[in-house]
């Protein structure tokens, strides 16, 4: 069977402009980054075109280590809209460096449902990722520069700052570090540390902004700490705001690259689910919905994360609302739902399938919140059975879901017509808003017991000693009326990873509450959360190299 890697060189790429032109788009309008790859300009976003055109979400139940392939069925729905007529644009995220050198070795989709050229998109791109880096900690630097100098100086306790430096690679030594070492002119010594760029604040601006002005208001509305007097210090206190923007002027417009079969994708932006917002930028679905009739985007881990955050935050800040949503579930995590394990996935099980089942009907359920209909796509893998597939069919159809079977990997837009047509039937059929979760004006307990409790299924929340100073700080702040994107395990409906299933009678425990007031959320840090990542026993970049003739291997 070849590799995705050896899939994607089969394919002989189109000219962006070629691709450019199916939406719409004139050759002079396009910013390229060679022949296969070009930056849209935000001049040409129609928000009154894209309010009328069809928006189609895609999760999952919650995943396996390896992931059930949202990104991989988004591209391969797209394909199968357009084969069947419906002009669609898929828009997704960029893959990180972090999971593509850890466990993933990949993020632009599989087989025949691929984005192209898959090894530019998933080795720095256009360079988006390091441009977020750059800006992140251009202001630690100003950070600490302020620290150091006694003239300029706004009194900041270094004891209260909260930004960290971030990196796009996963590196565990770096969560917890000392700097400032190295006598006075080495700065003032204190704790700190990396997070992921996927985690950073800037990342997740980039992806809730509507322009370069607001991009910039929100970076100046970044919380730092506080003063020695207990005065709240922003980023725009430090004058930093306008610099960190210069150097985000071209990460802010979308990327156009094209699927496998040579149809539009737009990429742009790369928050994860488990500790951000978990989808692409507003920007880039608003850019997707100016040019198509119906643009294909996902949400990143279960439905449990990505979607709930990209439903009650994302749609909520750009006024967006799903027409419909794909709910992706593979066998093999319903297998593993069903207490089978993950050496025994590709066995056939059925029984352990039907075991399973709780954990896609307690993601169908949450999806019911949100009044949006709802379709579960099985995405297909060689060593399903029917018999196995016949089991999820059975339990969808006595739920009343429609469910189609999606052969993505291995047939790309050809075998996801039935699933395409389906969707797209629910999409035209569907014109009301959907219903948010809580209200953003709710008490910051009430939002985060309101997601534990209705959606999670937990009995209650456990507020840790941090975590209740926190909401007195968030409190005097002013900052207590923002939305709640949680920081949680994708492994389980729960925050302890090993609960699997659809667990009941945990206690969410919430250890501490950080402010992103430049994104406009907060984040409750639930279980053992982290936001700096570490590779796994055998990474992923063993396997990758690069031969005399510049032709990369080892990415799947």
Known sequence: MASDIEIARTVKLKDIGEIAARLGINEDQLERYGRYKAKL??????????????????????????????????????????????????????????????????????????????????????????????????????????????????????????????????????????????????????????????????????????????????????????????????????????????LMKDAIKPNLVQTIEGYPAIIHGGPFANIAQGTNSIIATRMGLSFSDYVVTEAGFGFDLGAEKFLDIKCRTAGLSPNAIVLVATIRALKYHGGAGLKNLTDPNPEAVERGLPNLEKHLENARLFNVPCVVAINKFTTDSDEEIRVVQARCEALGIPVNVADVWGKGGPGTTDLATTVAGLADGNTTPFTPLYDWNWSVEDKIKTIATKYYGADGVDFQAKAKTDLKRITTLGLDKLPICMAKTQKSLSDNPDLIGRPTGFTLTVREIEVAAGAGFLVPITGEMMRMPGLPETPAAEAIDIDDDGQISGLF
Not at 101 to 129: R, W
Not at 152 to 174: C, E, H, Q, Y
Not at 186 to 214: K, N, Q, W
Request: glycine share 12%; hydrophobic share 40%; net charge positive.
């Open 41 to 246: 300009p935000l001049h040409l976003i129609n928000r009154e075109k894209a309010a009328q055109n069809k928006l189609i979400l895609v999760s999952a139940i919650s995943p396996t280590p390896a992931g059930e392939g949202k990104t991989t069925v988004s591209i391969g729905l797209a394909q199968g809209l357009n084969t069947i007529g419906k002009q669609t644009t898929v828009v997704l995220r960029e893959p990180s460096l972090g999971p593509v050198f850890g466990i993933k070795g990949g993020a632009t989709g599989g087989g025949y449902s691929q984005v192209l050229p898959m090894e530019d998109i998933n080795l720095h791109f256009t360079g988006d990722f390091a441009a977020i880096e750059k800006a992140h900690n251009l202001l630690s630097a100003i950070i600490d520069n302020n620290l150091q100098n006694k003239k300029n100086t706004l009194g900041i306790d270094p004891r209260t700052v909260a930004w960290k430096r971030v990196m796009d690679m996963n590196d565990r030594s770096l969560r917890k570090i000392v700097i400032g070492l190295g006598g006075i002119t080495g700065g003032v010594p204190r704790e700190t540390g990396f997070d992921i760029t996927a985690a950073s604040e800037i990342m997740a601006i980039l992806c809730l902004s509507d322009d370069l002005s607001d991009l910039k208001r929100r970076f100046g509305n970044i919380f730092v700490g506080f003063t020695y007097d207990k005065r709240p210090v922003f980023a725009r206190d430090l004058k930093a705001a306008g610099a960190m923007a210069a």
